[in-house]
């Protein structure tokens, strides 16, 4: 795995938006694995600003997202669905049917997890894959736990989890208790992963992570399976 110590968030937002930048002008209509949470949230801010500044055309560009809550609509500000559109599609020139965020109304969670996983197929998989890390580990929504499931799928959220997003709502019972998300598999179709972590609180998940083991109490490990993985990360995140 390589890694990217940067020294804050700042410069860890310019670095990863530099290598998705990168990849949309080598290649004009990529696929590209959007994450959200707080720590995308300045990467996505430096590429609208290169957007405006006439560097980037998304026009060509699909992108298909980690994960949603579910249940959850997308006008809830709450929802990924929301935060993608806040945060990037509604301020580039992207084609809004080329974006793909699972949906938190589907009616039928397992058959539309299926059917993403066919999507993720049918584009040829991603070219580069942003991932966050979870205080716990967790990659997408892929919780610790004594197994993995490799495709899209329906999952409970950790109490860990609920507890660390608890902030984003008005109080903790707010918070869905399960989630659509990427598996393993799917998130290993692609061609390049970009791994972000900012503040000591993730230190110890990037800590497992560039350790030896691989471990499902912390899915991140198992990113050292992965050929082409880059950690970007700030300095308290690295060092804690
Ligand atoms: P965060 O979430 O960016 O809000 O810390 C990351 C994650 O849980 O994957």
Do not use: W
């Given at each position: 795995?390589?890694?990217?110590?940067?020294?804050?968030?700042?410069?860890?937002?310019?670095?990863?938006?530099?290598?998705?930048?990168?990849?949309?002008?080598?290649?004009?209509?990529?696929?590209?694995?959007?994450?959200?949470?707080?720590?995308?949230?300045?990467?996505?801010?430096?590429?609208?600003?290169?957007?405006?500044?006439?560097?980037?055309?998304?026009?060509?560009?699909?992108?298909?997202?980690?994960?949603?809550?579910?249940?959850?609509?997308?006008?809830?500000?709450?929802?990924?669905?929301?935060?993608?559109?806040y945060h990037l599609f509604s301020k580039?020139?992207?084609?809004?049917?080329?974006?793909?965020?699972?949906?938190?109304?589907?009616?039928?969670?397992?058959?539309?997890?299926?059917?993403?996983?066919?999507?993720?197929?049918?584009?040829?998989?991603?070219?580069?894959?942003?991932?966050?890390?979870?205080?716990?580990?967790?990659?997408?929504?892929?919780?610790?736990?004594?197994?993995?499931?490799?495709?899209?799928?329906?999952?409970?959220?950790?109490?860990?989890?609920?507890?660390?997003?608890?902030?984003?709502?008005?109080?903790?019972?707010?918070?869905?208790?399960?989630?659509?998300?990427?598996?393993?598999?799917?998130?290993?179709?692609?061609?390049?992963?970009?791994?972000?972590?900012?503040?000591?609180?993730?230190?110890?998940?990037?800590?497992?992570?560039?350790?030896?083991?691989?471990?499902?109490?912390?899915?991140?490990?198992?990113?050292?399976?992965?050929?082409?993985?880059?950690?970007?990360?700030?300095?308290?995140?690295?060092?804690?």
């Amino acid at each position: 795995m390589k890694v990217i110590v940067c020294k804050n968030y700042d410069e860890m937002s310019a670095t990863a938006a530099g290598e998705l930048s990168k990849q949309i002008c080598e290649k004009p209509d990529s696929v590209l694995g959007l994450a959200t949470g707080s720590t995308p949230e300045g990467m996505y801010a430096c590429l609208v600003k290169d957007y405006q500044d006439g560097k980037l055309d998304f026009s060509k560009i699909t992108t298909v997202n980690l994960d949603e809550y579910y249940p959850i609509t997308p006008d809830n500000d709450q929802s990924y669905r929301y935060f993608m559109n806040y945060h990037l599609f509604s301020k580039v020139n992207i084609n809004l049917a080329n974006t793909n965020v699972p949906d938190g109304t589907a009616k039928d969670p397992d058959a539309f997890c299926a059917d993403y996983e066919k999507l993720i197929d049918s584009l040829g998989g991603v070219d580069l894959q942003i991932l966050g890390i979870g205080q716990n580990g967790h990659i997408g929504f892929n919780e610790p736990g004594d197994i993995l499931y490799p495709n899209t799928h329906l999952t409970d959220l950790t109490d860990s989890t609920i507890k660390a997003n608890a902030r984003f709502f008005d109080s903790i019972d707010d918070v869905p208790k399960q989630a659509l998300t990427m598996g393993i598999a799917s998130i290993f179709k692609a061609k390049r992963i970009i791994i972000m972590a900012s503040g000591k609180s993730k230190h110890d998940a990037i800590a497992k992570m560039l350790g030896e083991t691989i471990e499902t109490k912390c899915p991140a490990t198992i990113l050292k399976l992965h050929p082409n993985v880059t950690l970007i990360c700030d300095e308290d995140a690295y060092n804690g």
